[in-house]
């Protein structure tokens, strides 16, 4: 029989601003929240002023974890220091793992009109941190759809939902992400392995977990069990992300995440000298 998971704490996302200029809201990173092992950062961009998104992302490292980037609307641009290059487009994921040296950038390719996604931040256990660089580029095409006959539609970047499993392969922490999009009155169950680190962020109208309102730009940290259950009176939309705790201690600097701060100092090292690839 299975147990939903009810809901620990909720987060309000807070406006701030990242890479040369990009406005974003943080509900995961912050303050309120710095880390839920074996996540590190999620953040939500989302505007249609060109002003808030123009300037990009560019040329910046990572060492010892990995970034997602989920497009819901717009255009991106990734280029590494590894001569990948690739184009983030509505509906597309990259999922990057820096490993033991990566510079890229993610700039974006209109000038006008909405720029929507979400940056996601996974922790590398220790000894997977400085493995090689990769990165797998996925397109909308291939991110499978799946419908319920209660009312839910879902896309799944990774794992498997609703019998369906998605394109994302070989995470060390095994992770879950899904896009769940609710009708009013909708409803889904979602299984999530007992141990495992879940969590759930609206980011259009309203939804319920586990009985709990969760609202726009809203983060739901949630306890024990092993299954997310979400509903919504008048309709609304949010991914589900769940992970297994790698239990492993952090030094984070900036774009660095290692175990030790002797290993945060020769990132930078590496990097300032030209020997981070």
């Excluded at 990173?29 to 950062?41: K, R, S, T, V």
């Excluded at 994302?168 to 999530?192: C, E, H, M």
Aim: net charge negative; with cysteine; glycine share 14%.
């Amino acid at each position: 029989m299975s147990t939903p998971r009810s809901v620990k704490n909720i987060i309000a996302a807070q406006r701030t601003q990242e890479g040369a200029g990009v406005f974003i809201w943080r509900s995961l990173g912050g303050q309120a929240l710095p880390e839920l092992d074996p996540f590190l950062l999620l953040d939500s961009f989302g505007t249609d002023n060109p002003d808030d998104y123009i300037a990009g992302f560019p040329d910046h490292p990572h060492r010892g974890f990995e970034t997602v980037t989920y497009m819901i609307h717009g255009q991106m641009r990734h280029k590494d220091s590894t001569g990948g290059e690739g184009l983030l487009g509505p509906g597309s994921v990259q999922w990057m793992t820096a490993g033991r040296g990566i510079v890229h950038s993610e700039m974006p390719e209109q000038k006008e009109g909405k720029m929507q996604g979400f940056q996601l931040w996974v922790n590398l256990p220790a000894k997977d941190k400085m493995c090689p660089p990769r990165y797998q580029d996925i397109d909308p095409a291939d991110v499978p759809t799946t419908t319920t006959d209660t009312g839910a539609t879902i896309r799944v970047l990774t794992g498997t939902a609703n019998g369906v499993t998605g394109p994302v392969t070989d995470i060390s922490v095994d992770p879950l992400y899904i896009d769940v999009a609710l009708d009013a009155g909708g409803s889904f169950s979602q299984p999530v392995p007992a141990g495992h680190t879940c969590m759930v962020y609206a980011f259009d109208g309203s939804v319920e977990v586990g009985g709990t309102h969760l609202g726009l730009n809203q983060l739901a940290v949630l306890g024990d069990g092993d299954e997310v259950a979400l509903t919504s009176q008048k309709g609304g939309r949010a991914i589900i992300v769940a992970g297994r705790p790698i239990g492993e201690p952090i030094a984070r600097y900036g774009p660095f995440v290692m175990n030790t701060e002797g290993e945060i100092r020769q990132a930078i090292t590496d990097f300032q000298s030209g020997n981070f690839l």
